[in-house]
């Protein structure tokens, strides 16, 4: 478990990621690998939808030299993936605003707080 991103205190179920993901689930800060290279760790620094081909985004990223072109639908390989949600306990409908990272911890479906559980 990452020290930067703790699980919220009492109990969570979550449903881990995928081995891949979509090209247009990046956002800037998530760090991933393309499948074909899955040595090389990059750093989302920008994605944007390319101005004129639809469904492709154009990836900006720390580890490489320059932007790429990519499908959105392009499987990547997940490393860090924060995201912020907003937890609510199934007990007493106390809500935390909690980071998690998906490929840590998985998507949170259910949570009951520690005062709860
Ligand atoms: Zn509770």
């Known amino acids: 478990m990452s020290k930067n991103t703790p699980a919220p205190k009492g109990f969570i179920v979550t449903t881990p990621i995928a081995p891949t993901v979509p090209a247009s689930a990046l956002q800037d800060g998530d760090a991933f690998a393309l499948p074909e290279a899955p040595d090389n760790h990059l750093i989302a620094q920008g ?10 985004l154009i990836i900006s990223a720390r580890g490489i030299p320059a932007p790429f072109t990519i499908h959105s639908d ?44």
């Open 74 to 117: 392009e499987p990547l390989q997940p490393l860090r993936m924060l995201r912020t949600f907003e937890l609510t306990c199934q007990l007493c409908n106390r809500t935390v605003s909690q980071d998690l990272d998906l490929v840590t911890h998985g998507t949170p479906q259910t949570w009951v707080c520690n005062l709860c559980s």
């Open 47 to 56: 994605i944007k939808p390319h101005p004129d081909l639809t469904s492709r």
